[in-house]
């Protein structure tokens, strides 16, 4: 019988008396993944950060761990730990689980609360505030704490691999040299548990199924050498914004926000349709009013299913920067001779992430308005999303067991909008693996955003769930 208890007991006191005190330290460090401070390795926070859970991990008292800082020429630092399975069976294969973070954050961004900010920790209303802890600082010491909770317990679990890497926020370039140099020693893990996604809501356990992947990459439109006065220009020079316009036209609907061409979306799984629909009732409106919305700002739609199906599943685009508009206060009246626009276009978790940019780049550049310049570079590679494979009974049922126990209701299926490259690098890698991804980051924790937090209650009740997961992981059948 797992001693739920026991195990509770033991996570909810190292939570507050050692992890939260610990990730308080972590939040104070501007440790930027590299696409946000290029200048990381001499800046230092990046090991700054490392020191700090190395050091927090060292202190705990955790039979048959060892623990590296691997370190690739020219790379960010990965923490490799292993621990060794609390019983051992000289006639059985031996079984591994990895667990994954990142300790690499997002930049700070203005507007936080009064009183709050991205590197000032605050814990206030049962919430640590500040860049980084919920996404995703705390999956090292939740990890290890999980552990350490069943030997303390006397229970068992396999040998554990964790790997915490520090570029997940750049697209994780790095990771799959460090999985190709570390590939003996991972081994060939029967599970894979993942602490960087979201959750629904604070009630219950939330297991991710799917993840979208991501193309980002810079459209730029120019139509004369340099920029002219607008008097002269306007009527015969067409405007570049205004052919950024029309291009666009062709990616997205203008009224509606859906994605046009057929090759970028897929169909849905029915079973993912299921899971939508009891999320949709689980959580109703909060779907939507999460989000700080202008007063009298509506959702794209009111059905509840849509919108997670549009969030999850279906492709969508968002212009998240732009260049060649000058500031309001330095605008002259001159037309600008190009205009640059950052996209950001979420892929659907089984599309074809390399064929997709192929697709984008065809459409946006052929046949160009007016004969403009029109030019989309990719940025880095399109990282490729993630379908979750189907739970194995034995995995099911612990993860009902593990969310009555902790949070009093059941688990709960949730495909998540954003991406981990990871996740569909070890899908490919390990095709026979099970897979919890799961996270803290639930309604108005604003990870990338000003005012993010970690609800830690919610932080204490999913360790204890993953130490259940790991321990009927070894009991299995």
Known sequence: MFPHDSIASFVASTWRQSIVPALCDYIAIPNQSPAFDPDWQQHGHMDRAVALVVAWIERQPVAGLELEVVRLPGRTPLLFVEIAAS?????????????????????????????????TPVVRDGRLYGRGAADDGYAAFASVTAIRALQQAESQHARCVLLIECCEESGSYDLPHYIAALRARIGNPSLVVCLDSGCGDYERLWVTTSLRGVITGDLKASTIREGVHSGSASGIVPSSFRVLRQVLARLEDGETGEIL?????????????????????????????????????????????????????????????????????????????????????????????GRAVEVLRDLLESDPPYGAQVRFAAEGFASAGWNSPVLAPWLAASLQQASRASFGNDACYIGEGGTIPFMGMLGEMFPNAQFVITGVLGPHSNAHGPNEFLELRTGERLTACIARVLHDHRSRA
């Open 261 to 353: 061409p057929a090759d970028l979306h897929v169909p849905i799984p029915a079973e993912r349709r299921m899971q939508a629909g009891i999320a949709a009732t689980a959580l109703g409106t909060t779907v939507y009013s999460e989000f700080p919305f202008q007063p009298g700002c509506l959702p794209v739609t009111g059905d509840i299913e849509a919108l997670l199906l549009n969030r999850t599943w279906r492709p969508q685009l968002e212009v998240t920067g732009a260049a060649g508009l000058p500031k309001l206060d330095a605008a002259g009246n001159v037309m600008r001779a190009s205009t640059t626009l950052k996209l950001s276009l979420r892929l659907p978790p089984t599309a074809d992430a």
């Open 87 to 119: 019983r051992t069976d000289s006639s059985e294969p031996e079984d591994t689980v990895l667990l994954y973070g990142h300790l690499d954050k997002q930049p700070p961004l203005d507007e936080w609360q009064p009183g709050l900010g991205p590197w």
